[in-house]
T-cell receptor, first 114, second 118 residues
Framework: DAGITQSPRHKVTETGTPVTLRCHQT?????MYWYRQDPGHGLRLIHY???????DKGEVSDGYSVSRSKTEDFLLTLESATSSQTSVYFC?????????????FGSGTRLTVV | AQKITQTQPGMFVQEKEAVTLDCTYD???????LFWYKQPSSGEMIFLIY??????QNATEGRYSLNFQKARKSANLVISASQLGDSAMYFC???????????????FGTGTLLAVQP
C-alpha cells in the first residue's frame, strides 16, 4: 500500500467555488508539504506543516489555506478558485527536516479551474 | 536566499549513451543536501539520488551518479547507458539547514526534460 495518497486525482471546478484537496499518509511522518507544479516553474511550495495544528506559508500561499487536525491528514483549501490556480498539486511527506531527508510524494492532483 | 538552477529545458540522448543533466545551486549554508527526482509522463515523482554537502565522494545509485563539485556549487546528474525508460522530466532539489526556522524545505529547479532516442 502507498504510504501517501492524494484525493481526488483529477478535478474540474468553476471559478469562485471552494475546493479542498486531501493528503493522507500512513507513515506517521511529522512533516507534510503542499506544492504546485507549473511548466517553467518546477515545484513551488504552497504551505507546509511541522506537526498537528502547526502550519506555515510557503512562497506561493496567496489564495490557499491548510489544516492539519491529525498527523495523517493535511488538507489544502482553495477558498475561491481562480483560473491561475489550475495546476498539478503534489503533497509530500518527510520523516525529518535535516538536510539529508528527502520527500516521498503523493501521485498528484490535477486541478482545472474553468 | 537559496536557489536551484537547471539551465537545460530539454535534452536528447541516444539510447545506450551517457548523458549529463546540469544543476547549480546557491546557498550560504555549509550544511545542505542535494537531491534528484525523476518524473515520467505518468506524473509521479521518483527519488533517484542524494548527495550531502559534507560527503567526500560522489553519490552513485546504479546507473545514476552525481557529479558534485562543491566549489563550483554544481550537482550534475549523470545517467550512464541511457534507456528508453529514462525519458522523463528530471528535477534537482536542495535542502539546507536553516536554524531558527520552523522547518527546512526542499526547493526545486525548473526541471530538464530528457528524451532518449532509439
Amino acid at each position: 500500500d502507498a504510504g501517501i495518497t492524494q484525493s481526488p486525482r483529477h478535478k474540474v471546478t468553476e471559478t469562485g467555488t471552494p475546493v479542498t484537496l486531501r493528503c493522507h499518509q500512513t507513515e506517521n511522518h511529522r512533516y507534510m508539504y503542499w506544492y504546485r507544479q507549473d511548466p517553467g516553474h518546477g515545484l513551488r511550495l504552497i504551505h507546509y506543516s511541522y506537526g498537528v495544528k502547526d502550519t506555515d506559508k510557503g512562497e506561493v500561499s496567496d489564495g490557499y489555506s491548510v489544516s492539519r487536525s491529525k498527523t495523517e491528514d493535511f488538507l489544502l483549501t482553495l477558498e475561491s478558485a481562480t483560473s491561475s490556480q489550475t495546476s498539478v498539486y503534489f503533497c509530500a511527506i518527510s520523516e525529518g527536516d535535516a538536510a539529508n531527508y528527502g520527500y516521498t510524494f503523493g501521485s498528484g492532483t490535477r486541478l482545472t479551474v474553468v | 536566499a537559496q536557489k536551484i538552477t537547471q539551465t537545460q529545458p530539454g535534452m536528447f540522448v541516444q539510447e545506450k549513451e551517457a548523458v549529463t543533466l546540469d544543476c547549480t545551486y546557491d546557498t550560504s549554508d555549509p550544511s545542505y543536501g542535494l537531491f534528484w527526482y525523476k518524473q515520467p509522463s505518468s506524473g509521479e515523482m521518483i527519488f533517484l539520488i542524494y548527495q550531502g554537502s559534507y560527503d567526500q565522494q560522489n553519490a552513485t545509485e546504479g546507473r545514476y551518479s552525481l557529479n558534485f563539485q562543491k566549489a563550483r556549487k554544481s550537482a550534475n546528474l549523470v545517467i550512464s547507458a541511457s534507456q528508453l525508460g529514462d525519458s522523463a522530466m528530471y528535477f534537482c532539489a536542495m535542502r539546507e539547514v536553516s536554524y531558527g526556522g520552523a522547518t527546512n524545505k526542499l526547493i526545486f529547479g525548473t526541471g530538464t526534460l530528457l528524451a532518449v532516442q532509439p
